[in-house]
């Protein structure tokens, strides 16, 4: 039985990677010569012909990585990896949570460090040949650091929780960590940009001036409280522009990059700033949270069931239930019901992103949407013409040609 366990799960990873890169194949294959009519003008010819050659670069970066860590992965089963790395920490400790979190702490840091090479080619060499990265080597490093001491203090404290509650109350832990789990992330949400993004970047509340003046009178149109908008310092790592909402009643806030005020109009942000508050005023963000939660509630009771029997654990080498061991089995198990639930997520965020179009154009700026569409796509050397299976399986946001089509029936 451990042993089918084991073949089933190395057939699935093999089979949603061949999945994958034919996606990404046929999508590369729908690349149009010339450019749709409606998105005629929006780039220059040798723009056009960068953007098609960042694609292609991409998408082979993108085979090589995935096949890189796929191979890493099987050999890593086949060969009993985890039961080496898990045998060896149990030598050093004795309690089953110390066990667990040196467990991780050595199979995280190896895939960290194996994926480095990768992400560094593709920030330092990629995104620089393109004109996109503006990071410098510290600023990287550093980052890279900070992320990984907040993955071991947070990670750890949650992780060091839920097997105590596992260990303590059996079948019902599921219940509990699922509590944990939806505080923590509650928590985040209210307080993601003052803990959290303070450490990468600097925010400063927009100051007084003509942008300032015309947001307000918009938020004032619409109804809405907008107390804190704030410019993050996006240009220090990258041109990308960008702006998101985050935080929930009084901790809420619109965040805009530097680079998308030197990108856009005042009449073209306060045009992005309306879909961002539509995104608010139609409740999405209160629909992600409580879908996230509930996705949370799904994943940790179907891991309940399995977490105690030993044939997760025997899968992958190990004699008896053991709740690390069970983890990694149980996520490799559950990708193909993560694909379903991701399909369903981006179906719905896609949909969220047309009544946040509509929303601003009820103001009056589907022009000025539309103009700011088409800028940020051509900064982002975006792919005008993705496959529609592509589209289907990753996109969160619809393709520019179709906002700019329901803009244009908005007018
Ligand atoms: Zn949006």
Known sequence: ???????????????????????????????????????????ANDEYLKSRQYQKVNQRFGMITSAFSLLLI???????????????????????ILIALLFFGVIGLAAELLGLPFTLYDTFVIETRFGFNKTTLRTFLT????????????????????????????????????????????????????????????QTPLEAGELKTAIDEFAQKAGFQLKNIFVIDGSKRSTRANAYFTGLGPKKR?????????????????AVLAHEIGHY???????????????????????????SEPVLS???????????????AFALLYSPLSMLTGIGMNL????????ADAYAADFGLADALASSLKKLSVNNLSNL?????????????????????RLQNMN
């Open 1 to 43: 039985m451990a042993q089918t366990i084991l073949y089933l799960i190395v057939a699935l990873m093999l089979l949603e990677t061949l999945f994958e890169q034919w996606l990404s194949w046929i999508n590369a294959k729908h690349w149009s010569e010339h450019i749709p009519e409606p998105l005629q003008g929006i780039y």
């Open 254 to 270: 619109i965040v805009l990059y530097d680079t998308l005020i030197k990108e856009l109009s005042t009449h073209e942000l306060v």
């Open 143 to 202: 980052d890279k650091l900070k992320e990984w001491l907040l993955t071991a203090l947070l990670g750890g404290a949650i992780l060091s929780l839920i097997i105590w509650l596992w260990e303590k109350s059996g079948a019902y832990f599921w219940l509990l960590a699922w509590g944990v789990i939806t505080l923590v992330s509650l928590f985040f949400t209210l307080f993601y940009s003052n803990l959290i993004v303070p450490l990468f970047n600097k």
């Open 74 to 96: 099987i050999l890593m089963l086949l060969t009993g990896g985890f039961a080496l790395v898990h045998n060896w920490v149990s030598s050093l400790v004795e309690s089953s």
């Open 314 to 328: 025997q899968a992958l080498g190990v004699d008896e239930a053991t709740f690390h061991i069970g983890l990694i």
């Open 281 to 307: 005023k139609k409740k999405h963000s209160v629909t992600g949270l409580i879908l996230g939660v509930l996705q949370t509630g799904l994943l940790l009771f179907l891991f309940s069931l399995f977490v």
């Open 385 to 405: 013409t993705p496959h529609p299976w592509y589209v289907f399986f990753h996109y969160s946001h619809p393709t520019l040609l179709q906002r700019l089509n």
């Open 348 to 355: 719905l965020s896609r949909k969220h992103e047309y009544q």
